[in-house]
């Protein structure tokens, strides 16, 4: 990315300076005209200051650590709290977050907003503004349980504490929840996906259905990693989290559902696609669906196939090594060298 590019998304992301502090640094508080927390790690303390409005001293969302001399803007935040490494993943993060919308922590009748209709796209939206980084939460924990640990990229997973969940009979219930941002191919969020976990992050939660995704999900997907002219597309989040523990470097699209990976679209750029399929007849027809497509796009098309149910349960029940074997001698050579991590 151009050197003014970076310097428009950290200016943009500076008129919003306190809603990206709450957003990323949720374990500081308001302090004046500054943000105070003690790093930019989002740890607890007070010896970092972001300044929130632009003053002679220097632009809103400039930030420096008293403690250790370290300084920067808003989109080294975003990059220091999730964790990220490739500036391509902080940049597709700012502008996830600058498309929500970010209203003032207070209620939706204060603040003059009519109610979203349940399950439309602008409900989804409202619903991931209200989340934070899965970092240091019982997110990463279900995930970690799962067999889940490189998490690199994966801005579009949210963590929400009190998500609503309401049963079939019976009153609405509140459950810790996983959310997905749904995008289009253009990066606008158009849908969510929620997976209700335990209060420990052991497992689901123990309720009747515990995932649900609302919004547009009709060719569109869970993007994870900036896509070129390689990406694999597969129905589950943690299918497709559990192939990236051995292809950290390729773009994964979790499409949610059979359905909704038969009817994916392509990027532009993308010149092979790998079909993350789950072994079942709906898995078969999507598969052979997108194929179809793909090619008809002058898209190379490969299937990729678990030894079982699908590629978290082969990471749970045969471990990383033989995952990694499993899926080598399905990808196209130069995709070997290019994407698959080196075995431990």
């Known amino acids: 990315m151009a050197r003014q590019d970076a310097s428009e998304l950290a200016h943009s992301l500076g008129r919003q300076a306190e809603a990206v502090c709450r957003h990323y640094l949720s374990n500081g508080h308001r302090q004046g005209n500054y943000w105070q927390v003690g790093d930019a790690r ?3 303390g007070r010896s970092m200051f972001v300044r929130l409005r632009d003053t002679p001293k220097g632009p809103a969302g400039k930030w420096t650590d008293a403690a250790t001399g370290e300084h ?42 009519a109610p979203a209709p349940s ?15 899965i970092t240091g939460t ?10 889940i640990t490189l998490l690199h990229g ?14 079939d009979d019976g009153p609405t219930e509140t459950w810790p929840a996983m959310i997905a941002t749904v995008t289009d191919l253009a990066g606008k969020i158009t849908g969510a996906h929620r997976t209700w976990l335990a209060p420990d992050g052991s497992d689901k939660a123990p309720i009747g259905t515990p995932r649900k995704a609302m919004g547009d999900l009709l060719g569109n997907a869970v993007r994870i990693g900036a896509p070129g ?32 990976l038969a009817a994916i679209l392509f990027p532009a750029t993308l010149r092979r696609l790998y079909i993350v399929r789950d072994d079942d007849p709906a898995g078969d027809g999507a598969r052979d669906i997108l194929i179809e497509r793909a090619n008809a796009e002058g898209i190379e098309a490969i299937p990729l196939s678990p030894a079982f149910g699908d590629f978290n349960e082969d990471l749970r029940r045969l471990g990383i090594n033989a ?22």
């Open 138 to 147: 019982i997110v990463q924990t279900y995930l970690r349980g799962r067999g």
């Open 323 to 344: 995952l990694r074997a499993g899926v080598r001698v399905q990808l196209a050579p130069e995709d070997v060298a290019r994407f698959m991590a080196l075995a431990a």
């Open 72 to 113: 920067g803007d808003l989109l080294d935040i975003i990059r220091e709290s999730l964790g990220l490494i490739d500036f391509a993943d902080v940049a597709q993060e700012a502008r996830t977050f600058l498309s929500l919308p970010h209203p003032e922590p207070e209620p939706a009748s204060r603040r003059g907003l």
């Open 229 to 260: 002219s390689v990406m694999a597309a597969g129905e589950g989040i943690e299918t497709m989290l559990s192939l990236r523990q051995v292809l950290p470097d390729m773009a994964m699209a979790p499409a949610l559902s059979a359905a909704h």
């Open 42 to 44: 989002n740890a607890a």
């Open 119 to 133: 399950g439309s796209p602008e409900a989804a939206r409202r619903l991931i503004a209200m989340t934070q980084p």
């Open 154 to 167: 994966t801005g579009n997973l949210r963590f929400h504490p009190r998500c609503y969940y309401k049963p």
